[in-house]
């Protein structure tokens, strides 16, 4: 089992982000994330990002989200259940592009959150006008933690403070990189 935020969690999040995409004059979110960079997939899906994710956001819609390895698909589908989960193909941006059009968006009303390639973004905008940046707005909405994401911190400290206080106690000299890694697990 892998540890999880609650439902209300997450639908306190989605709604918080909604409410930034209803003050920025938007229909749709896509967000990104590459290599465990951009905290916004998991943030939204459980999704870690191991290697490249896209996903589209639609109020009163099941969100949509791409992977870029189909072998990291049913992974993915288990963490982000409340999510659509699909391989990305060549493209997730495309992939993110045709739900998009499916969903019925229009131009100039599409918000984006996390780091998006310089293609990526020449391609939505292309099919899409002007896109709105929510990273700014979503910083500030990240920056106010909730009672369970304080929980969350607390045992991340918890089991930070049990491997430092191994690594303390079983330091030696002689020991590689590998072991020292060992005394943290």
């Known amino acids: 089992e892998y540890p999880r935020f609650s439902e209300?969690?997450?639908m306190r999040r989605r709604a918080a982000v909604e409410a930034l995409l209803t003050q920025a004059g938007c229909d749709h979110?896509?967000?990104c994330g590459a290599n465990r960079f951009g905290s916004a997939v998991q943030w939204l899906t459980q999704w870690p990002v191991t290697a490249e994710a896209v996903g589209v956001l639609t109020p009163r819609e099941r969100d949509a989200l791409?992977?870029?390895y189909?072998?990291?698909a049913p992974q993915a589908s288990i963490l982000a259940d409340k999510a659509d989960v699909a391989w990305g193909g060549e493209s997730s941006i495309a992939a993110a592009i045709e739900t998009l059009d499916w969903r019925g968006a229009?131009?100039?009303h599409i918000a984006t959150l996390g780091p998006m390639t310089a293609d990526q973004h020449a391609?939505?905008?292309a099919k899409f006008?002007?896109?709105k940046s929510l990273n700014r707005d979503y910083v500030h909405l990240r920056q106010v933690k909730s009672p369970e994401e304080l929980d969350w911190l607390r045992i991340g400290a918890h089991f930070s403070d049990l491997g430092m206080a191994a690594l303390r106690d079983g330091l030696k000299p002689g020991l590689n990189?590998?072991?020292l890694g060992d005394l943290v697990e």
Request: proline share 0%.
């Open 66 to 68: 791409f992977v870029q």
């Open 106 to 108: 229009r131009a100039d």
């Open 29 to 31: 979110l896509v967000f």
């Open 129 to 131: 006008g002007r896109l």
């Open 123 to 125: 391609a939505l905008s």
């Open 8 to 10: 209300q969690e997450m």
């Open 70 to 72: 189909v072998n990291h």
């Open 177 to 179: 990189e590998r072991e």
